[in-house]
């Protein structure tokens, strides 16, 4: 099974900007899909953003505009630029990648954002 591993949180305040990346052990190209989620203390975790094989993307109303998810099949990378942070986005950030029947997680990095 494909590993993910998840880098690029900090802690950044308030209309900053960060970018994860997801590296996956293996090739991407496999994946149907792969997105972003998110979980904040106390909380569900959430889904964030999406980006299938063929490259289209959809995005939780919560962070359109703000986020941009992009993949780079040549990296076995995807990333998740986000803009305009807000202290609402705080939260633990994983990517999962699904093949099939098959879902990749990976460990997530935490994003804090100040106020």
């Known amino acids: 099974q494909v590993q993910l591993l998840e880098s690029g949180g900090g802690l950044v305040q308030a209309g900053g900007s960060l970018r994860l990346s997801c590296v996956a052990s293996g090739s991407i190209v496999s994946f149907n899909d792969m997105d972003w989620h998110r979980q904040a203390p106390g909380k569900q975790r959430d889904w964030v953003a999406g980006?299938?094989?063929?490259?289209?993307?959809v995005y939780a109303d919560s962070v359109k505009g703000r986020f941009t998810i992009s993949r780079d099949n040549a990296k076995n990378t995807v990333y998740l630029q986000m803009s305009s942070l807000k202290p609402e986005d705080t939260a633990v950030y994983y990517c999962k990648g699904r093949k099939d029947v098959t879902v990749s997680w990976g460990q997530g990095t935490q994003v804090t954002v100040s106020s």
């Open positions: 980006i299938t094989s063929g490259g289209s993307t």
